[in-house]
């Protein structure tokens, strides 16, 4: 059963305007949330995370939004860029393992 | 990164064969881990390793076994490869778990092929 689930498989984006990838989960138990990027041919290297004592945490122009009681996170980029585009994957750590979602295919169109 | 060599980067293999993947690295990290990428599935932990001759289950470990004889090197090896194991495997390293602030580190993964 997924713990982690991205509903959405791909998304495509004007240069300069935002993404936003979503992200929801099933664990109440999660306590702390990461983002991956991952382009073709290389492993998915980590991004940016949160933990769920917040509710916002922002890097340049990552920004990750936690809304615990609807069990949802999302990634914000702003403004994308077309080096962005790659798979993204959201991710819990839980009993010595990381959960992951699916992913979600980002394509930053120029 | 944390120099993580994954080998070989591709293998093409037939039903019945064993075969290994090598996972080296270079950061003296404690821990290791070995996941698999499927389409509608994301990246599942296959097992992992929390230390020398120290290794667990993760959710999807049946057909694998691992070893971890130095800190550097974590083995993944299908006894005897089956279609259902075609995928591309990553390893990945922590120098504290998963359980607090400590990003996995991934290398490029291999990806296998059973014929």
């Known amino acids: 059963d997924q713990q982690v689930k991205q509903n959405s498989p791909s998304l495509s984006v004007q240069e300069g305007r935002i993404s936003i990838l979503n992200c929801d989960y099933t664990n109440s138990m999660f306590d702390y949330f990461l983002w991956y990027k991952k382009y073709p041919a290389e492993g998915p290297t980590f991004l940016i995370s949160i933990s769920s004592i917040k509710d916002k945490n922002e890097d340049g122009r990552f920004t990750v939004f936690l809304n615990k009681s609807a069990k949802h996170l999302s990634l914000h980029i702003v403004p994308s860029q077309p080096g962005d585009s790659a798979v993204y994957f959201c991710?819990?750590?839980?009993?010595?393992?990381?959960?992951f979602g699916t992913g979600t295919r980002l394509t930053v169109i120029p | 990164d944390a120099g993580i060599t994954q080998s070989p980067r591709h293998k093409v293999t037939e039903t019945g064969t064993p075969v290994t993947l090598r996972c080296h690295q270079t950061?003296?990290?404690?821990?290791m881990y070995w996941y698999r990428q499927d389409p509608g599935h994301g990246l599942r932990l296959i097992h992992y390793?929390?230390?020398?001759?120290?290794?667990d289950k993760g959710e999807v470990s049946d057909g694998y076994s691992v070893s971890r004889s130095k800190t550097e090197d974590f083995l993944l090896t299908l006894e005897s490869a089956t279609s259902s194991q075609t995928s591309v495997y990553f390893c990945a390293t922590s120098n504290r778990g998963t359980n607090i602030n400590s990003p996995l580190h991934f290398g490029n993964g291999t990806r296998l092929t059973v014929t």
């Open positions: 991710a819990a750590p839980w009993a010595n393992n990381l959960f």
């Open positions: 390793s929390y230390g020398v001759k120290d290794t």
């Open positions: 950061e003296n990290h404690r821990y």
